[in-house]
């Protein structure tokens, strides 16, 4: 599977953008997806996560309430809508694909060892 991001962009405290990452294969839909990124100097982060099914949704505390994930199944699109930007969103973004077999929980979707798919990133920056 070839996960492909886009969306990233320059964008003012307090704005919005929206990410995209389309999958290269139908099968995409039957896995667990996720959106991570990285800043400069800082360990890879895990910032949302989604069940197969989108049922559940899952977010990392520093983006709860401004960042939200869903998916488009019938299209093997996965989005993340950010808004009220803040600085340190600044990162690259990347979305994953989970392993078969995984299912989605409160504590397991942050492990990146659970995913075996990774998009290219694209990257957000937020400065006025």
């Known amino acids: 599977v070839q996960l492909v991001e886009s969306g990233g962009g320059l964008a003012q405290p307090g704005g919005s953008l929206r990410l995209s990452c389309a999958g290269s294969?139908?099968?995409?839909?039957?896995?667990?997806m996720a959106w991570f990124r990285q800043a400069p100097g800082t360990e890879r982060e895990a910032v949302a996560g989604i069940s197969q099914n989108r049922l559940s949704t899952n977010y990392a505390d520093s983006v709860k309430g401004r960042l939200v994930i869903s998916r488009d199944n019938a299209k093997n699109t996965l989005y993340l809508q950010m808004n009220s930007l803040k600085p340190e969103d600044t990162a690259l973004y990347y979305c994953?694909?989970?392993?078969?077999?995984?299912?989605?929980?409160?504590?397991?979707?942050?492990?990146?060892?659970?995913?075996?798919?990774w998009g290219q990133g694209t990257q957000v920056t937020v400065s006025s």
């Open positions: 994953a694909k989970g392993r078969a077999g995984f299912w989605i929980s409160t504590t397991n979707w942050p492990s990146g060892e659970r995913y075996d798919a």
């Open positions: 294969r139908a099968s995409s839909r039957t896995y667990v």
